[in-house]
């Protein structure tokens, strides 16, 4: 396994995107979510991960990824247009760019959107 530095609202952006595959019960979804909840908590403590990730942020990213996760499903069958899909994408941007700058302000982003 290999560790690689990105800022916390991209961390939690995948984190979030490994709880909608496990909550959808996708195969080694639950050990690919419980691995990094962990390795994120041992980095941040505990007390700090868990706050994060039982707030209204985290949760709003969840439910945007979730709806993200669907759409790209759909697309799959042409069922849903790419301006949808894009515009869900950015939904999710605008959600883990919250979650960076009320629980890590003095942190750089590294994704940004045009």
């Known amino acids: ?33 419980t691995l990094c909840f962990r390795h994120m908590s041992k980095q941040l403590g505990e007390q700090f991960h868990n706050k994060i990730y039982h ?6 990213l969840f439910l945007t990824n979730s709806e993200t996760f669907d759409a790209v499903e759909k697309a799959r069958y042409g069922t849903i247009t790419a301006k949808e899909v894009d515009d869900l994408n950015m939904k999710r941007y605008y959600c ?17 959107k045009t």
């Open 55 to 60: 707030s209204p942020e985290y949760n709003n």
């Open 1 to 33: 396994m290999i560790t690689i530095n990105v800022d916390e609202g991209y961390a939690y952006d995948y984190l979030s995107i490994l709880e909608v595959k496990y909550r959808k019960k996708l195969k080694n979804s639950e050990d690919n979510f």
């Open 96 to 112: 883990k760019i919250t979650l960076q700058n009320k629980f890590f302000p003095n942190t750089k982003a590294l994704e940004f």
